[in-house]
């Protein structure tokens, strides 16, 4: 299994409260994303990282930030959490997004309950 | 955008019968991955494709670029299999088109 650790796995807390999931890797693969899970959705991409300090948008990145200071670590942050950002949230790597054969692992998510 | 679409939503078989999900989408594209998902469990990857079939153990995945659709088969289904299997395609490259677009998934409910 390919090494990726989030944490933390589950979270409750409140309207407002600043929130950071943390998504690290032992595989040195250089692309990290974060999805979030919903029923009646498909996984949906926040934002992804394809290097050191090298971040960009997905499509549903309003109201979440993120930072990638090491190629390890992968942190996604809630800077005010609302309850539509309740959701089940999973971290991804890959090698690289070029060629066909390059699979995404998964991390074992983490379910964030926001009331 | 691609849409992504899988039939059936849900399913469920008596172990040992043949399981197909179908996956279908609306734009070109240079793979498309299968996935599955055991019930508050992490997500597998089982294949990716760009082209005609794989097989992996009772696992067959197929393709048909030309009718933009792709299969999943189960052979003699056991109760293990029971999971959400869900179907992600990635556009050509370039520009944003190389990102995963996800369908909704099926739920498979194998019964002993």
């Known amino acids: 299994d390919a090494g990726i650790t989030q944490s933390p796995r589950h979270k409750v807390t409140e309207t407002g409260t600043p929130v950071t999931l943390r998504c690290h890797q032992t595989?040195?693969?250089?692309?990290m994303y974060w999805y979030r899970q919903d029923p009646g959705h498909g996984l949906r991409l926040i934002h992804y990282?394809?290097?050191?300090?090298?971040?960009d948008k997905g499509e549903v990145s309003d109201g979440y930030s993120v930072s990638r200071s090491k190629t390890e670590d992968f942190l996604l942050t809630l800077e005010s959490a609302t309850s539509s950002q309740t959701s089940v949230y999973f971290c991804?790597?890959?090698?690289?997004?070029?060629?066909?054969?390059?699979?995404?692992?998964f991390g074992d998510g983490t379910r964030l309950s926001i009331l | 955008k691609n849409e992504v679409e899988q039939s059936p939503q849900n399913l469920t078989a008596q172990e040992g019968e043949f399981i197909t999900i179908n996956c279908s989408y609306s734009?070109?594209?240079?793979?498309l991955h299968w996935l599955q998902q055991h019930p508050g469990g992490g997500i597998v990857s089982l294949f990716m494709?760009?082209?005609g079939k794989k097989k992996h153990g009772r696992l067959i995945a197929t393709i048909n670029i030309q009718e933009k659709h792709s299969s999943l088969h189960i052979t003699a289904s056991h109760p293990r299999d029971s999971a959400v299997y869900i179907c992600?395609?990635?556009?050509?490259?370039?520009?944003?088109?190389?990102?995963?677009?996800f369908g909704k998934g099926t739920l498979l409910t194998v019964n002993p």
């Open positions: 991804a790597i890959s090698e690289s997004h070029w060629g066909p054969d390059q699979p995404q692992h």
């Open positions: 595989e040195n693969h250089r692309y």
């Open positions: 990282s394809y290097g050191v300090k090298d971040t």
């Open positions: 734009v070109g594209i240079s793979a």
């Open positions: 494709l760009s082209s």
């Open positions: 992600a395609v990635r556009g050509r490259s370039g520009g944003s088109n190389y990102k995963l677009t």
